[in-house]
């Protein structure tokens, strides 16, 4: 009997270079934990990421690692999960990747419900490129690049994702790390395409208060809570007074991975009696 895996054992060795106090730390943490109480097999896990802090994720990790270009994660993971359906495939990234350059490419990943778990860890603000404003800054926040206080209408991603039919919906906080390896594990544990906000306070760039005004404003959401019920989903999304913590929305629905082999491998294999003949796909796209 193999002996079992331990969260140092999911570890590269590489030593991470966050800030001191950032709350990647306590997600590296979380993230090799439920790998842990999972029992992953390193072989069989690939995360990947695009660029920044939170980016930097793949190569902390003992997996197949993959650190791509800005905003483009997803097109990634879905490649690796469309070559490796067996694969637990982690895509992970920031507010400034997900949510500018590369938010484009969430609506489609999850209306297509591929199997893969997309984690977000927002910090309101770019921390790589030293202290741009972000989708996620909230409204008269000062940065480098909006010096009379930011103007845009602050992105809330939790109710982007309900609106794109994300099939699992979760927010979580760095600064409860059990609660963030929760919300990581059922991400994980569900079929098709899981989106996770993780409360990731910048030190350097929003400053030790952000860890205060978070823990001051964010509620857990109890066992009554019925995360299928998409109307209170919205309603829990669109509370600004309060950040609900938990899983907001859940449903059950085909993923990609199970249409592509139902509609198209299935019926390919078919048409050549289980054995796949280039010139017999061709047939069918004669005029």
């Known amino acids: 009997m193999s002996e079992l895996m331990k969260a140092s054992d999911y570890k590269s060795g590489l030593k991470p270079i966050w800030c001191p106090g950032c709350g990647d730390y306590g997600f590296l943490n979380a993230l090799t934990k439920t790998f842990e109480e999972l029992q992953l097999k390193t072989e069989d896990v690939a995360v990947c990421s695009g660029i920044g802090c939170s980016s930097r994720t793949p190569g902390y990790v003992k997996a197949y690692s993959f650190n791509g270009i800005h905003g483009r994660v997803l097109p990634f993971a879905s490649g ?55 989708p996620t800054t909230p409204l008269g926040v000062k940065t480098k690049t909006t010096f009379y206080g930011n103007m845009g209408t602050t992105l809330n991603p939790v109710r982007m994702l309900i609106a794109y039919n994300a099939s699992f919906v979760a927010r ?14 059922e991400a994980i544990q569900h079929p098709g395409f899981s989106f996770v906000e993780i409360l990731s306070p910048c030190v350097t760039f929003r400053g030790q208060d952000q860890f205060k005004l978070i823990r001051e404003k964010v509620t857990y959401l109890d066992e009554s809570y019925d995360c299928s019920d998409e109307v209170k989903a919205f309603e829990v999304a669109n509370n600004n007074d309060r950040m609900a913590l938990g899983v907001i929305f859940k449903q059950f629905r085909p993923t990609y ?9 299935k ?21």
């Open 80 to 134: 690796v999960k469309m070559a490796r359906p067996d694969a637990t495939v982690i895509a992970v990234g920031g507010d400034g990747d997900g949510f500018s350059i590369g938010a484009g490419h969430i609506g489609h990943a999850a209306r297509k419900n591929i199997n893969i778990t997309y984690l977000v860890l927002d910090n309101n603000i770019y921390g790589l490129t030293k202290g741009q404003a972000s």
């Open 267 to 287: 019926k390919a294999q078919a048409l050549s009696n289980g054995t796949v003949h280039i010139d017999t796909l061709l047939e069918q796209f004669k005029p």
């Open 257 to 265: 991975d199970e249409i592509i082999m139902e509609n198209v491998i």
């Open 172 to 185: 979580t906080f760095t600064g409860n790390p059990k609660h963030t390896q929760q919300m990581i594990k």
